[in-house]
């Protein structure tokens, strides 16, 4: 099992940046497929990024893609979101998940989640 906590939300201008990390309070993670969803009030959760336990990515929603990247080290135990060209549209909570096998698309899939962080895009 893993214990995931997610740092490096906050609030910033449209255009900006922001990364997010996501690190393993207890376990390993290099086991695991991780992934980013974001939440918007009122609505279900949605997958912002995934990526294999081997590092490699899969494509991202239209909505993400070209401006946000996700990455891992498992040496260092970590995954990361590189948040680039910042919209309020991003304005969320987001998730670090993880779960067993392969990287997946979908929520019900992921085994373990962290405690969500705010990220807040003025305009």
């Known amino acids: 099992q893993v214990q995931l906590v997610e740092s490096g939300g906050g609030s910033v201008q449209t255009g900006g940046s922001l990364r997010l990390s996501c690190g393993a309070s207890t376990g390993t993670l290099g086991g695991y497929a991780m992934a980013w969803f974001r939440q918007f009030p009122g609505k279900e959760r949605e997958l912002v990024a995934a990526?294999?336990?081997?590092?490699?990515?899969?494509p991202y929603p239209f909505s993400v893609k070209g401006r946000f990247t996700i990455s891992r080290d498992n040496v260092k135990n970590t995954a990361a979101l590189q948040m680039n060209s910042l919209k309020p549209e991003d304005t969320a909570v987001y998730y670090c998940?993880?779960?067993?096998?392969?990287?997946?698309?979908?929520?019900?899939?992921?085994?373990?989640w962290g405690q969500g962080t705010q990220v807040t895009v003025t305009s």
């Open positions: 998940a993880a779960r067993l096998g392969a990287a997946s698309n979908y929520v019900s899939e992921y085994q373990y």
């Open positions: 990526v294999s336990r081997n590092g490699l990515a899969m």
